[in-house]
């Protein structure tokens, strides 16, 4: 799975992409260059705990990306955990995110 990595590409989602939001997760969409392959990348805050905590809702949004077919090629995606993240299954993350990309119409 090719991930997002540098800052620069970070702050070019963070400007271009647009943003969608669900009670287990939340993403941000931008599109990326033709015949370029998508990116993922896997967010989960300081405050939402310790290193523990933040490790598990990481693992959770990648099973359930993987679970989605992600990443998509033309699409740059940041998947951000929540305080809910950490408790659900990754079934439930992936419902939730197939959600959110048919929002985002990918």
């Given at each position: 799975m090719k991930t997002i990595k540098s800052?620069?590409?970070?702050?070019?989602?963070?400007?271009?992409?647009?943003?969608?939001?669900?009670?287990?997760?939340r993403i941000r969409v931008a599109t990326s260059d033709e015949g370029v392959p998508g990116r993922?990348?896997?967010?989960?805050?300081?405050?939402?705990?310790?290193?523990?905590?933040?490790?598990?809702?990481?693992?959770?949004l990648r099973e359930s990306a993987r679970a989605c077919g992600l990443p998509r090629d033309g699409?740059?995606?940041?998947?951000?955990?929540?305080?809910?993240?950490?408790?659900?299954?990754p079934e439930q993350v992936a419902a939730s995110l197939r959600r959110l990309l048919d929002k985002a119409g990918i």
């Open positions: 800052k620069r590409d970070f702050e070019r989602v963070f400007s271009r992409g647009r943003r969608y939001n669900e009670g287990l997760l993922v990348a896997f967010v989960a805050a300081k405050r939402l705990g310790n290193a523990v905590f933040r490790n598990r809702c990481k693992r959770v699409f740059d995606i940041i998947l951000f955990s929540t305080s809910r993240t950490h408790d659900s299954s």
